[in-house]
């Protein structure tokens, strides 16, 4: 089953937000893309020809139409994949009977994706509910060099050898993978008053600590939160929730992954939808001991903000979690914590401020996580302090409407 209408696949990685709002029947209400879901894309092992990936991921949003993101962005060769469906799960590898369905890109069943780019399928008839387990399947017919993905997915997906994509059943998807290959979003169309917030972190936001397959990252919780308020007068137009963080992420310099600065454009302001970025990074610029100052963060996160600003969207920070205990703990870094905290509370540049430090911290040690909160390393919150993040957001700080400002 084709999609329907033809939609010239992206190829630009560094492309600018989607605003294009769909021309809607007579009697219906605008409508465009939101990103439902979304995991940075990082440089992974050699890539591998001839091989079918069975990837999970859990959606925020509900909508119609949905579209895949495939990326090649760490790539230096192309990569053609000739056979990609997307259904959804039953359990483990197992797809809901009939649910399977062929993704076409341009209209045609294959796109290959140049190095250091990223392609767009045309939209899939009918709906994705929120909160939903939706299986991307697809098959690598030709690739070299170092493939694209995300480590750590804290959700078991599937690999296979040879071409199953089509496949609804699960004899043949025997092998277990943490990872997801070469898929970096899903969008999904909604009307015009729901956007989507994106995650910019490290390690913490990409759930490490929490617990595996279970989705119970603080994204996870957020999203929770903005679905069950979906329908108050009172609420959030922001439903959208993708979750770049990238475990040993820094604000200013590149290692475990692109730094928040260099991946901005990609990660953030290229997603459909977006209108409020939520900033939580700089610990591991912190902790790493380069002599990274207080200052030197702070002129990393006023870049963002300006960069997301001009974009037309807003910026929450957090605050950075104490992490005495850990072994990179020491009075210096703190100061630098303090004074970084300090920033993002009082500096008056940020739209709204989410103040987990004060959620989590003891109160009889303000530079430790409260035990009941730390997953085990002084630095990671476990799945109850996961929770308590995203109860401390407010949920309607989150839409703050820049886009007028921005024109």
């Known amino acids: 089953m084709g999609a329907a209408g033809t939609v010239v696949a992206l190829l630009a990685v560094l492309c600018a937000p989607a605003t294009a709002v769909a021309t809607p029947a007579a009697g219906q209400a605008p ?183 279970t989705n119970r990252r603080w994204p996870d919780y957020l999203s929770r939160r903005l679905q069950n308020q979906a329908g108050m007068a009172t609420g959030s137009g922001i439903k959208g929730v993708a979750n770049e963080g990238i475990s040993g992420n820094k604000v200013l310099a590149d290692g475990a992954g692109q730094s928040a600065l260099g991946r901005l454009q990609r990660d953030v302001l290229s997603q459909p939808g977006v209108r409020a970025l939520f900033l939580f990074e700089g610990i591991n610029d912190i902790k790493a001991h380069t002599g990274v100052t207080a200052a030197d963060l702070i002129a990393g996160y006023r870049e963002i903000i300006g960069r997301a600003h001009a974009a037309g969207v807003c910026v929450v920070g957090a605050t950075v979690l104490p992490f005495k205990g850990w072994p990179e703990f020491d009075p210096a870094g703190e100061a630098v914590r303090q004074e970084v905290n300090a920033f993002i509370r009082t500096g008056g540049e940020l739209d709204a401020v989410a103040d987990f430090d004060k959620a989590l911290r003891s109160p009889y040690d303000q530079e430790r996580l409260l035990p009941v909160f730390d997953g085990g390393d002084h630095v990671h919150p476990n799945d109850k302090g996961m929770q308590a993040m995203a109860d401390t957001v407010d949920l309607k700080s989150l839409d703050c409407d820049r886009s007028a400002k921005a024109r």
């Open 31 to 213: 409508r465009h893309q939101v990103v439902t879901w979304g995991a940075s894309a990082d440089r992974m092992g050699d890539a591998s020809a001839d091989r079918s990936y069975r990837l999970i991921v859990r959606t925020s949003v509900g909508g119609t139409d949905a579209r895949v993101r495939l990326s090649n962005a760490f790539g230096d060769h192309p990569v053609t994949f000739d056979n990609v469906h997307a259904g959804r799960r039953a359990q483990g590898a197992e797809l809901v009977r009939g649910s399977n369905r062929p993704l076409t890109f341009g209209g045609a069943p294959s796109v290959t994706v140049a190095p250091g780019t990223t392609v767009t399928s045309d939209p899939l008839p009918g709906r994705l509910p929120d909160r939903s387990d939706l299986v991307v399947s697809l098959h690598v017919a030709d690739a070299a060099g170092p493939a694209t993905g995300h480590g750590m997915a804290m959700q078991t997906s599937y690999t296979a050898a040879g071409d199953h994509a089509a496949e609804e059943g699960a004899a043949n998807w025997t092998e277990r993978t943490g990872s997801w290959y070469y898929l970096d979003a899903v969008s999904v169309e909604t009307g015009t008053d729901i956007g989507a917030v994106v995650t910019l972190g490290d390690s913490i936001t990409d759930g490490w600590q929490s617990s595996t397959d």
